[in-house]
């Protein structure tokens, strides 16, 4: 039996939740960006009230290292550092595009990936239902960086890398290599942008939210394994250079 919380502050809605064996007990959500970093000590105290439990029965703290705001993944991991500093136990941190493709993963039939993990209740569907013209699928999340650029990577059906996370600048020939060959999902609120650009009939499109339960299952897959992130060299994953106007 183990209890890790998890957190998010990598995009617009932040939220955290403390979880048993990747099974969510108690869960916070805040949707006003500039907030964050007010709203998330009082919401993982709420959690643990809730739960009942004491700091000290966490075995591991869990955080989107990004990409993401900037502002948003500093707030973050220092939280989680903190926390993991203070009660010594592990820190695990995760990808956001990753956290972003399992959550969409969640969404899909069985038969489309083999039988499916533990996972958070799905929320929404998937537009033109992953599997129906019999090709291979692929998960393509996208955090909008601004302009025409995100910041996106693709995911095979068990969430293996097919591309590295990277900050692209999407043209309309983007992907087309992959989608010739793959069904394509793509998630996120950078996905709007490629939906403009894009009529490939291989393109997909999801609305499913991910959320700090996702990043959660994933959490204790590292755990088992005992996958941990040192703290001190812990840094957020940017992507991209931050940029000060002089």
Known sequence: MAFILSIDTAVENASVC????????????????????????????????????????LDAVAVTAGPGSYTGLRVGLATAKGLCYALNIPLITENTLRVMAYAVRSELPEQSIGGKENESEPTERITNEAGINHLPTLICPMIDARRME??????????SETLKPAAVILEASSFEELLDQNQVIFCGNGSEKWRSLSAHPNARYSNVKYHAGHLSVLAFAKLDRRDFTELAYAEPVYLKNFYTPQ
């Open 18 to 57: 403390i979880a048993k064996d990747d099974h969510m007990l108690a869960f916070r959500e805040n949707n006003k960006q500039k907030d964050h970093a007010s709203w998330i000590h009082t919401a993982i105290l709420q959690l643990l009230q809730e739960t009942g439990l004491e700091r000290s029965a």
């Open 150 to 159: 995100v910041f996106t990577a693709v995911y095979d059906i068990q969430l």
